[in-house]
């Protein structure tokens, strides 16, 4: 079984300041790791994802990522919060090996509130 | 190249009805998953479909159920409507099973139940 935990249900940045959402997970087996961004009334939009290649992930709108495989930890950094980056984050975990076929297990989700 | 499409993309219904809603992968891609997002329970999977099969499924009672088309099409449908399915349904599509890296998600269905 697989699951995700998302340190912090809410985050609050001012503009220009470091963004820092947490994420651990737990698997058996090698995993993916994703991170999604969640605007109101929209989907999901993939902002990066690791899949075993390598362990510091770049991604979309200046976001990183980096797998820590000790730490079982995949959290998500910006070095400079944008009002636009105000949203809801959500870390996701599935199985490299195909086991659980295109199953995504999400956290809990993390909103990111952005101050002027 | 097209993202995933979802229709309807708003719907009300009322207890015991029955919903039917539609999903159209980009295009070249074979799989098909669905998850249920609600605000208590977040983002659950329901079921993955590859080549007209169901190839996962998750826990959730019968009356969700879901369906692959030879295009890839899938739909899904939800039998004698709760208040609780009220609910963002999200479809997204992979190139195949097994490859959920290649996953990107549709704009999503909101259902209220009333």
């Known amino acids: 079984a697989q699951s995700v935990t998302q340190l912090g249900s809410h985050v609050s940045v001012s503009e220009g300041a470091l963004v820092l959402l947490r994420c651990n997970y737990s698997s058996s087996v090698p995993p993916y790791l994703f991170w999604y961004v969640q605007y109101p009334n929209q989907g999901l939009q993939l902002l990066l994802k690791y899949t075993s290649a390598a362990t510091l992930v770049k991604g979309i709108n200046g976001f990183e990522a980096e797998f820590k495989k000790s730490e079982t930890s995949f959290h998500l950094t910006k070095p400079s919060a944008h009002m636009s980056d105000a949203a809801e984050y959500f870390c996701a975990v599935s199985d490299a090996g195909g086991t659980s076929y295109g199953k995504l297990t999400f956290g809990q989700g993390t909103i990111l509130t952005v101050h002027p | 190249k097209a993202g995933v499409t979802q229709t309807p993309r708003y719907l009300i219904k009322t207890r015991g009805q029955q919903v039917t809603l539609s999903c159209s992968p980009i295009?070249?891609?074979?799989?098909v998953s669905w998850y249920q997002q609600t605000p208590g329970q977040g983002l659950q999977f329901l079921f993955e479909?590859?080549?007209?099969?169901?190839?996962n499924k998750g826990n959730f009672p019968g009356r969700f159920s879901g369906r692959q088309f030879s295009n890839s099409r899938s739909e899904m449908n939800v039998s004698t409507l709760e208040l609780g399915d009220s609910a963002l349904y999200l479809c997204a599509s992979s190139l195949a099973s097994g490859r959920p890296e290649t996953q990107y998600f549709g704009p999503g269905t909101r259902l209220l139940v009333l």
């Open positions: 479909y590859f080549s007209e099969t169901q190839r």
């Open positions: 295009s070249g891609h074979r799989s």
